[in-house]
């Protein structure tokens, strides 16, 4: 079992940049591929990026690919989602997730582990 926490989020304009962190415990996160998501007010979570549990391969929904980057470091526990170019619509909380498992994973339904959420609030 892991517990995840995130932290990072915040409020900022739009055009700034963000890194969320989200730190695992226990000592097999190399084992776990991990996902970000969000969920916006009055809207269904929705997924933002995935990681392999080596790092080696990430894949991100349409709408932040080119401006979000995950990256891990299994030494440390952590997964980061580094947003740059940060949209109003961009506005949410944002979750990290975890499943074990050798590819990247897209929907909810697929991860175990939940964190907590952190809040991102990007002003116009």
């Known amino acids: 079992q892991v517990q995840l926490v995130e932290s990072g989020g915040g409020l900022v304009q739009a055009g700034d940049s963000l890194r969320l962190s989200c730190k695992a415990s226990?000592?097999?996160?190399?084992?776990?591929?991990m996902g970000w998501f969000r969920q916006a007010p009055g809207k269904e979570r929705e997924f933002v990026a995935a990681i392999t549990r080596t790092g080696g391969t990430t894949y991100y929904t349409h709408s932040v690919k080119d401006r979000f980057t995950s990256s891990r470091d299994n030494a440390k526990n952590t997964v980061y989602l580094q947003m740059n170019s940060l949209k109003p619509e961009d506005t949410a909380v944002y979750y990290c997730?975890?499943?074990?498992?050798?590819?990247?994973?897209?929907?909810?339904?697929?991860?175990?582990?939940w964190g907590q959420g952190t809040q991102v609030t990007v002003s116009s």
């Open positions: 226990g000592r097999t996160f190399r084992s776990y591929a």
């Open positions: 997730a975890a499943v074990v498992g050798s590819s990247y994973y897209v929907a909810e339904s697929q991860y175990d582990y």
